[in-house]
Nanobody, 121 residues
Framework: QVQLVESGGGLVQAGGSLTLSCAAS????????MGWFRQAPGKERDFVAA????????YYADSVKGRFTISRDNAKSTVLLRMNSLKPEDTAVYSC??????????????WGQGTQVTVSS
């Protein structure tokens, strides 16, 4: 059974940084594009960033462009999300997903459970 497990979330002050990690197992990782999505309480799930299967292409939501960086290590079946200059509005549960490189959740087949990121003002 495919598993995606996120880690690295936590509580950080505004302006701070966090790096989220997503480890995949039982997945031909290098065959999938990977994405990060987030969901704040009472809101819909939003696209954050995506990276192509080789890592040559990346795509970001306008709200995080210039602050967040997505990367991947196919040898370790891991995708990272480096988050800098965090804002309180970045507070959400962040989930990684494997599938087709897209900003739409419907294009991803496999999902992790998510990790909480809380940014205090």
């Amino acid at each position: 059974q495919v598993q995606l497990v996120e880690s690295g979330g936590g509580l950080v002050q505004a302006g701070g940084s966090l790096t989220l990690s997503c480890a995949a197992s039982k997945l031909t990782f290098s065959s999938y594009s990977m994405g990060w999505f987030r969901q704040a309480p009472g809101k819909e799930r939003d696209f954050v960033a995506a990276i192509s299967w080789r890592g040559g292409s990346t795509y970001y939501a306008d709200s995080v462009k210039g602050r967040f960086t997505i990367s991947r290590d196919n040898a370790k079946s891991t995708v990272l999300l480096r988050m800098n200059s965090l804002k309180p509005e970045d507070t959400a549960v962040y989930s990684c997903a494997a599938g087709y490189m897209s900003r739409y959740a419907r294009d991803y087949q496999y999902w992790g459970q998510g990790t909480q990121v809380t940014v205090s003002s």
